[in-house]
């Protein structure tokens, strides 16, 4: 089986924000669908790990904004590589306005904000799957939505070509999510990813 077949399936990038008693919080997710149209209803699915599910999970609302291709690193490196209770993400952040439901969406390089309230909860084990009625949708811009694919290609750092040593040759790993690099013959596979937390799975090694 080669699970790299499962890179070409198509995702969109989102900034799910919510918040608990007043505070704020948005991460990225790229999983997010519309399940039905009558009723108007959307799945996402978010990692618990996230500070931004539990706030879901207690509240039931949250915002998507729809990142656009223009969207830059810093970006997915604001909301996507730090977690919301080491950083208040959204307290001063610019590019952020507070829809009807009193939650913040991503004003700048999003091209949509839908704003959505949970009906059903699955248990994924590392995730959890919401199924949500859309409450409210807004077109913010028409530049394209971005794909993960473009992510990969056009946003993310490309890492530094190695240069060609005969004498140390040191196997090199790189994070699909951000580019990070790590140097050793073998990854372990509890390695975690110190830029962008992501696991060991998510590593190639750099031919
Ligand atoms: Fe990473």
């Keep these: 089986m080669d699970t790299k077949a499962m890179y070409k399936l198509g995702y969109g990038l989102y900034v799910l924000t919510s918040q608990h008693y007043g ?11 519309q ?7 959307i799945s996402i699915t978010v990692n618990k790990s996230n500070l ?10 949250f915002n998507l904004s729809v990142l656009t291709e223009d969207a830059s690193f810093d970006l997915f490196k604001h909301f996507g590589f730090q977690s919301g209770s080491e950083a208040n993400k959204l307290r001063g952040y610019p590019n952020a306005a507070m829809s009807a439901n009193g939650l913040y ?11 959505a309230k949970v009906v059903h909860t699955f248990d994924l084990g590392t995730h959890t799957m919401f199924i949500a009625d859309v ?9 394209p939505s971005v794909t ?14 190695p ?8 196997t090199k790993w790189v994070c ?10 073998e990854l372990p596979a509890d390695f975690i990813c110190p830029i962008c937390k992501h696991g060991a799975i998510d590593f190639e090694k750099l031919e």
């Design 52 to 61: 931004t599910h539990d706030m879901i999970i207690n509240t039931g609302e």
């Design 163 to 170: 240069a060609p040593s005969p004498e140390a040759k040191t």
């Design 135 to 143: 409450t409210d949708a807004v077109i913010l811009s028409d530049r």
């Design 23 to 33: 505070y704020h919080n948005g991460c990225i997710i790229n999983t997010a669908i």
């Design 105 to 115: 969406y991503i004003t700048e390089s999003t091209n949509a904000y839908i704003s």
């Design 176 to 185: 699909r999510i951000c580019g990070y690099i790590y140097e050793g013959e």
């Design 35 to 41: 399940v039905t149209t009558t009723p108007n209803r």
């Design 148 to 161: 993960y694919a473009y992510y990969q290609d056009h946003i993310k750092p490309r890492p530094a070509a």
